[in-house]
Structure formats: structure tokens, C-alpha cells
């Protein structure tokens, strides 16, 4: 009887060790802004479903012309955690020239589902065909790699983006860059919330910047937003502004 009783309580220790799987914390609405850095990796499409992301963005640099463009993600969900991803810049406007800007295929994997403790991690590569106008890209291919970490907590989804591109020069050689950036979307009342972005990059002349983008969830699988960028640094705009939707279609089951 004393045995049986041992077991049963090792049983039971053992037993309460094992956390429970516990749902990730109710997410906002599934926000995504591509430019600068992507926000909510969570907010993904399911198996056979497809993501789209439009934006157009407008920069009033404090020197030289005006630069609008639209900007679009595609992000199809192959599996549970692989997602295939194409990302496009056009048309770009600056200067009263119109061109098409580059074009960047790539995939997706993310490594596991969040949990209580756990954020989600996931990484992206992609490689950038240069289909840009003269003037408008280098006109070479660039390799980039995003580590990128997702969690809710509370009203909010933090995600952090880590990207490193390996840009190609004339000569023959790459030099690497770097783009950290951090984001938090927040839900605050109904349909309504917010999307916030801080960002630095070493691209060219090193420089960082600012998102700020109020949204609202018009339905289940749409939403838009619209709000003010900013840079700072070697690179300032005298003002920003983004603004586009968000569509997640989903398959027929």
C-alpha cells in the first residue's frame, strides 16, 4: 500500500512539472507594414491561404525630390510553418520619372508555435532581382537573411526584426548591412489599434527612423491603415507618410 502510495505521488509531481499547453494571449488585429520592417509575424495566413499587404509610402527628403512608391507583400502559406514570400516596389515616382523597383522572392520558416513563455522565432531569405528603373536600384543582386521574433503580451504583439543583406557592388564584391528594427502593434479599443516601428540601418549613409500608423479591422480578413514616417540621421525627411491594407484570403475548407 505504501509503494502504491510512492508511486502515485511521483506520478503526480512529475505530472504537475509538465506545464500544460497553455493558447498564446488574444491577438490584435493582423497588421503588417512592409516598409521599413515587416510587423506581426504572427499574423500569418493559414495552410493554402494567402496573404496581401499594400502600402504607399511618400518621403519629403530635406534634400533633393520627393520619392512615393507602393510597395506590396505577398505571403503564401505552403505548410503549417512554411510560407513562400514575394515583395515588390511599384511603380516609384521621384522627380517626375516613373519606374518599376526591385523585386524579392524568397520563403519562410517559422520554428515553433508561441506559448506562454515562448515568443515565436521565425527566419526569412530572400533574393533581390534587380527589375528597378535606372536610377531607381543598383541594378545587382543582393542575398538578405531576417531573424525575426514575435510575442504577445497584453493588448500588444512586440516583434523584432534582425536583417542582414549581402549587397553587391560593380567591382564584384558584397559589403553587408544591417537592419534592426522594433515594433509593437497594439490593440486598444474594438477594430481600432495601432501600429509603432523603430528602426536603424547601415545601408549607405547610417540612418533610423520612426512608424506610427492607427488602423482599424474593417472585417475578419481586412484592415487598413495610414499614419506619418520619419527618418533621422545623414538621411532625414522633412515627413513621411504610409498608408495601405491588409487582405488575408482564406481557403475554402
Known amino acids: 500500500m505504501r ?11 512529475a505530472f504537475a512539472q509538465d506545464e500544460p499547453p497553455v493558447q498564446p494571449a488574444a491577438r490584435p488585429v493582423g497588421v503588417k507594414v512592409t516598409r521599413p520592417g515587416v510587423v506581426g509575424i504572427a499574423g500569418s495566413p493559414p495552410v493554402g491561404g494567402t496573404l496581401v499587404v499594400y502600402g504607399y509610402s ?3 527628403p530635406a534634400v533633393g525630390a520627393r520619392l512615393q512608391g507602393v510597395s506590396a507583400l505577398y505571403e503564401y502559406t505552403v505548410a503549417k510553418l512554411v510560407f513562400v514570400v514575394v515583395t515588390t516596389t511599384e511603380p516609384l515616382i521621384r522627380g517626375g520619372q516613373v519606374a518599376f523597383g526591385d523585386t524579392c522572392p ?3 520558416v517559422r520554428f ?3 506559448s506562454r513563455r515562448l515568443p515565436l522565432f521565425a527566419v526569412t531569405y530572400a533574393l533581390k532581382v534587380p527589375t528597378a528603373g535606372t536610377g531607381f536600384g543598383s541594378g545587382l543582386y543582393d542575398h538578405k537573411v531576417v531573424l525575426q521574433a514575435d510575442k504577445g503580451i497584453g493588448r ?11 549587397a553587391a557592388r560593380k567591382d564584384g564584391t558584397r559589403v553587408r548591412q544591417y537592419m534592426p528594427s522594433v515594433s509593437a502593434l497594439t490593440r486598444w479599443h474594438g477594430r481600432w489599434g495601432s501600429v509603432l516601428q523603430a528602426y536603424w540601418t547601415t ?3 547610417r540612418y533610423g527612423g520612426f512608424v506610427a500608423a492607427p488602423f482599424v479591422q474593417v472585417k475578419n480578413s481586412f484592415n487598413v491603415f495610414a499614419g506619418g514616417m520619419r527618418n533621422v540621421g545623414p538621411c532625414a525627411t522633412r515627413y513621411g507618410l504610409v498608408t495601405g ?3 488575408i484570403h ?3 475548407q
Open 203 to 205: 545601408a549607405g549613409q
Open 106 to 108: 524568397g520563403f519562410k
Open 250 to 252: 482564406r481557403p475554402r
Open 112 to 114: 515553433n508555435e508561441e
Open 245 to 247: 491594407f491588409n487582405y
Open 3 to 13: 509503494l502504491l502510495f510512492l508511486l502515485f505521488l511521483s506520478a503526480s509531481l
Open 58 to 60: 511618400l518621403e519629403e
Open 156 to 166: 500588444t504583439r512586440w516583434t523584432g526584426n534582425f536583417a542582414t543583406t549581402w
